[in-house]
C-alpha cells in the first residue's frame, strides 16, 4: 500500500510548539536528534508491506531521506485538499490500487512493525475509510498524563489516531459528505448538520457503541468505513504541545 505522509502546517506564534519549531514547519522540529517527519519516515522506511511514499507540504526535503521511492507534493493549505491531491497523484501512479495510507508527521514513535500491523488489520475488509482509534487505557499504559482528547462510547473512552487508510475513489469523490466532516472538524454545530444531531447527541451522551456509532455515521455520509480499536497508542501520540514533546523525546532516546 502507498503512504502519503501529511507534513504541512506552520506554527504561528499562538502555536505551544511555536518556538520549537525552525522556521515555524511543525513537521521539522528537532526531537531526539532528527526531524519529527524524519521519524515517520523511517518507519515508512523498514515497513514491509508499504510501497511509494508521498511527502506533503515540505518545499525543501534535502535534508529528509526515504528508503521507499519518495515523491513530494506541495501544501494544498488544508487537510482535506492534501488527502485529495495525494490520492489524484497516487491514482494517477498506482490506478491498480484502491487504497492509500495516510499518516501525520507529528507521531515520531511509530515504527515499522505498527505500520505493517496496521495495513494487515485495513486490508481484513473493503470499506471506504479505515479510522483508528485509541482506547484511553492503551494510551495511559504507554504514556500516562498525555492528556489526549477522549470520546466516551458505551463500550468505553477513545482517542483518535494518525494512521489511517482512504479508499482513492471516496477521497476524490466531489459529493462526499466525509470530505466536508473533516473540513468542519473544528465546528461541532457544523459537524452535527452534517451527521445528523440525534447521532451526535447520542455519543456524546455515550449511548452508541463505537461500532454502532460508526455505522450511524458512514450510513449518514454514505461512505463505508470502520473504526478500528488500535492497540498501539503511538498511533494516537501526536506531538502538540511542549510537555507532549518531552514526553516522546524521553521516550525515542530510551
Known amino acids: 500500500m502507498d503512504a502519503i505522509v501529511l507534513a504541512g502546517g506552520i ?6 510548539l511555536y518556538a520549537l519549531s525552525p522556521n515555524g514547519l511543525k513537521s521539522m522540529l528537532p526531537i531526539a536528534g532528527k526531524p519529527m517527519v524524519q521519524w515517520v519516515l523511517d518507519a515508512l522506511s523498514g515497513a514491509s508491506l508499504v510501497e511509494d511514499v508521498v511527502l506533503i507540504g515540505i518545499d525543501d526535503f534535502s535534508g ?14 488544508s487537510l482535506m485538499g492534501n488527502i485529495k491531491q495525494g490520492a489524484a497523484f497516487l491514482k494517477e501512479l498506482h490506478p491498480r490500487e484502491t487504497h492509500l495510507l495516510s499518516l501525520s508527521a507529528d507521531i515520531p514513535t511509530i515504527t515499522p512493525a505498527i505500520i505493517d500491523a496496521s ?36 463500550d468505553g473512552e477513545i482517542c483518535g489516531g494518525d494512521l489511517n487508510a482512504f479508499s482513492k475513489e471516496a ?8 470530505a466536508e466532516l473533516i473540513k468542519t472538524r473544528k465546528s461541532p454545530l457544523k459537524q452535527a448538520a452534517l ?8 455519543i456524546m451522551l455515550g449511548q452508541l ?36 514533546f518531552e514526553m516522546v523525546e524521553k521516550a525515542l532516546l530510551g
Open 64 to 77: 529528509l531521506s526515504c528508503s521507499k521511492t519518495l515523491h513530494t507534493l506541495n501544501d494544498e493549505g
Open 195 to 202: 451527521i445528523g444531531y440525534g447521532t451526535l447527541l447520542r
Open 11 to 16: 506554527a504561528t506564534p499562538q502555536d505551544p
Open 119 to 154: 495495513v494487515m488489520e485495513f486490508q481484513k475488509a473493503a470499506v471506504d475509510i479505515y479510522y483508528s482509534v485509541v482506547e484511553r487505557s492503551v494510551m495511559e499504559k504507554r504514556f500516562p498524563g498525555s492528556k489526549r482528547t477522549y470520546i466516551k462510547m458505551k
Open 209 to 244: 457503541t463505537l461500532d454502532h456509532a460508526a455505522e450511524r455515521v458512514c450510513a449518514r455520509l454514505g461512505i463505508t468505513g470502520k473504526a478500528v480499536r488500535t492497540p498501539f497508542a503511538e498511533i494516537g501520540m501526536d506531538v502538540d504541545k511542549p510537555f507532549q
Open 171 to 178: 477521497a476524490l469523490n466531489p459529493a462526499g459528505l466525509w
